[in-house]
């Protein structure tokens, strides 16, 4: 689910990070912003990390929520 934002002069873009396929367990959300109108980006900072119940189930974030 990329998306991207301007803000003040600045390009946010995040994008979500699954091993395999979007949405699977385990899948991270990244963002990276730009300030030369998106000729560079800085590194990828991650904002939700991939992780787990209390019984050891990955779990992922989505635009439609959270889910095991």
Do not use: F, K, N
């Amino acid at each position: 689910h990329p998306q991207i934002y301007e803000w003040c002069g600045r390009l946010y873009a995040s994008w979500s990070l699954g091993r395999q396929h979007e949405d699977d367990p385990g899948q991270q959300m990244v963002l990276a912003t730009s300030t030369d109108g998106g000729a560079t980006w800085s590194p990828p900072c991650t904002i939700t990390p991939g992780e787990r119940e209390d019984d050891g189930t990955e779990i992922s974030y989505t635009a439609a929520g959270i889910r095991s």
